[in-house]
Every structure is written in C-alpha cells, then in structure tokens.
C-alpha cells in the first residue's frame, strides 16, 4: 500500500511553508501582557498572501474557483500553519466551504464560494455549544417560517474570529430533530435578533459570543442535508488535531534547538540522559498524533467503509491531540527552565495556544468513552 501524499497534496504544502516560513510567532502582543485582546483582527496581510497562494480554495470545488482537493491536503496546511502560530481563520473557513459546497444550495454556493476562495469573503464555524460543555447543535433551536424562511433562537459561545467575519456557519436542531447549518451573517451586517458579546481566549483572541432571538433566514441560507452537520463537524475535530501536531512539532524543535546549546556541568543539557528521555516521549507522541491523524483525514477524504464508523477514528486522533499536545508543552517549559517562562520569548505564547488547542478539542476521557460506546455498538469481528 502506497503512504506517500498525492503530487497535490505535496504541491500544497509546499505553498504552505512559503507562506507562513517568515510568520513570527511573536508578531502580536503577548496575551500574558494585556488584559484585553492581542488584536482586533486577524492577520489581513498574512489572510492575503494564503489566499494568493490558494490555499483557501483547497476544499471548493474548481467549478467555484477552488483545487477540489480533501482534508488530508487541508490537515497538512493546517499542520505548516500551526509551527508558527499563524493568525487566520483557515481551518474555520476551509471546513465551512467544504460544507457549502457539498450540502448548499445552489444560490449559497454561487454567491459564497469564489468569494471564500478569493478570500474576498470569511466564514467561521459556531462549534462550542452554549456553554463549551455541551453538544453545539442543540444550543440553537431552528423553526420554519411560513414564508419558507427560518428563525434561530438559541446561544452559541466562544466562536473564534467571529468579529470579523462575513458569515458564521451555526448548528441548529429543528422540532423533528434534525440538524441543520444556518449560515448567520456577521457583526457587521446587524441582522436583527442577532447580537455579540466579546470573549477572549487562553490565547489572548477575541472570541464572541452569539445570542439568537427570533433571527429570521433566507430558506437558502439554511443547510438541510443531514450529513452536513457530521462533515463540517469531523472536519473542524480533524483540523483541530493537525493544528496540535503543527505546534507540537514546532515546540520540540525549539526544545531541541535550546537543550543542544544550554549547556550544565560543561555538556549540552541534551547529553543527559533524564533530558533525552523526556524528549524522545515527546517524539514518540508526535508520532502518534501524526499516524492518528492521517487515518482520520484519510477515511473523511475516501469514504471509505471499516469496521468503525469515521467517528471512531476521529476520537482516536481527539485522544492522542488532546493529550499529547499538553505533554509535548509540559516537558518543553520543564526542559526550558526558567527561560521557558520569560515572555520575551516565543514558547509562552505556543503554551497558551496548546491550552486552547486542548480545550477546543476535549479530555482524552471523553474521547475514549465515546470510543467505548461505538466499539458496544459495533463489536469488531
């Protein structure tokens, strides 16, 4: 069987390091040293250079101006992006586009996907529930209007870059039962029964919270298919775990960078034995991640058929990030000493990210708990 990434797939990563290779890490202000947010938007200038790049058209169809590509090709942007903590919407936009294009209606893809491709136009994704805790498409009710239309009711917390985008993707459950995809539009359109708080997260960004009130959409703007809420959702975990190991790899070669020139006794603290076991765990669970991962990204890119539904791999992905994100910062502030704790430097910041990262995904716990309930409801053999 042959591993190795398509000749597209590969092309794609390849613009992903000229992209983000310059991004410094520190090019914002600290979270640690302001009390409000590090910024008020994203990253513009970087958002442009993506798109010129055309890495925000990976997941659009070609007919709408996109690669027509899958989320391997995404997770492995996402992975680049991450080593130097890139501020932009990518994950956010790429999985919300996927699900346009696969499940919208013919008017919602016309009118948002050359745009989204162009990066004329962002979208982001309501995926934190009303309370982070709880499943997010039961936070907001949706109802048939007599004309067609919808109307939401219901919160939706912690939306990242929501203050800036043009469209914000909200699960939503009808009185049947079912799940649809409401594409609410942004702040700036100040659609009535549709209101803002400012959050911040672990790492310093402005998140937002969403309180619907009798917001009334177009039938259009509302996504039916009962497979668009499980694509976009599988995609944003899938995401989420390709950002973990982009930053995990790039805390352990910063690690490694420090432990082969701090040197303790007259010998690189890398020579010890206690240091170069702590690191090789770290590799080992980068590995980990990394094979998890692919297996995630693979069975949502080919459909393909198992003994599990895709769920299953997505939660063994879930488990190994969330914990092995934590760890890989965890032994690298421990390894770093005192100078991991100074904010003039970089590795703070990718602790505060880690922590995000980790919550956004959940406890391992979970993960496997709910891996226990498919393998009940799925004996293998």
């Avoid at 539009?185 to 919270?209: I, K, M, V, Y």
């Avoid at 206690?274 to 991962?293: F, K, N, W």
């Avoid at 991991?340 to 708990?369: I, N, Q, V």
């Amino acid at each position: 069987m042959d591993f190795t990434f398509s000749e597209e797939q590969q092309a794609a990563v390849e613009a992903a390091r000229a992209v983000f290779a310059p991004v410094a890490p520190d090019a914002v202000p600290s979270p640690a040293l302001t009390s409000g947010p590090v910024a008020d938007d994203f990253d513009r200038a970087l958002w442009s250079k993506v798109a010129d790049a055309d890495l925000l058209s990976l997941l659009i169809a070609p007919e709408h101006g996109g690669a027509g590509l899958d989320a391997i090709a995404l997770c492995l942007v996402l992975r680049e992006s991450a080593k130097v903590l890139a501020r932009v919407p990518l994950l956010e936009h790429s999985a919300a586009t996927a699900a346009v294009g696969a499940y919208g209606s013919q008017e919602a893809r016309a009118d948002i996907l050359p745009r989204a491709a162009r990066g004329e136009l962002t979208l982001t994704v309501a995926s934190a529930g009303r309370t982070g805790h709880d499943p997010a498409d039961l936070a907001v009710t949706a109802l048939r209007a007599p004309d067609g239309g919808w109307t939401l009711d219901g919160v939706q917390t912690a939306i990242p870059w929501a203050w800036n985008a043009d469209r914000i993707v909200v699960p939503a459950h009808t009185a049947e039962g079912a799940t649809v995809l409401a594409l609410v539009p942004g702040p700036a359109a100040g659609l009535p029964g549709c209101s803002f708080a400012e959050q911040l997260s672990t790492t310093g960004e402005r998140l937002a919270e969403l309180r619907l009130d009798d917001a009334a959409l177009a039938s259009s703007d509302v996504l039916t298919d009962p497979a668009a809420w499980p694509l976009l959702h599988d995609l944003l975990a899938t995401g989420t775990c390709a950002l973990a190991l982009g930053l995990g790899e790039g805390v352990l070669k910063m690690t490694s960078d420090y432990a082969s020139k701090r040197e303790q006794f007259g010998h690189p603290i890398a020579t010890f034995q206690a240091v170069a076991v702590q690191a090789a765990d770290r590799y080992i669970d980068l590995r980990a991640m990394e094979a998890t991962l692919w297996q995630a990204a693979w069975r949502i890119s080919s459909g393909a058929g198992g003994a599990l539904p895709v769920a299953g791999d997505v939660a063994v992905a879930k488990t190994w990030a969330s914990d092995g994100v934590r760890r890989i910062v965890q032994t690298a502030q421990h390894l770093h000493g005192g100078f991991g704790a100074d904010t003039d430097y970089s590795l703070h910041r990718y602790h505060a990210w880690a922590k995000h990262l980790e919550l956004s995904l959940g406890p391992a716990a979970a993960h496997e708990e709910a891996l226990g309930d498919l393998l009940a409801a799925h004996p293998l053999g």
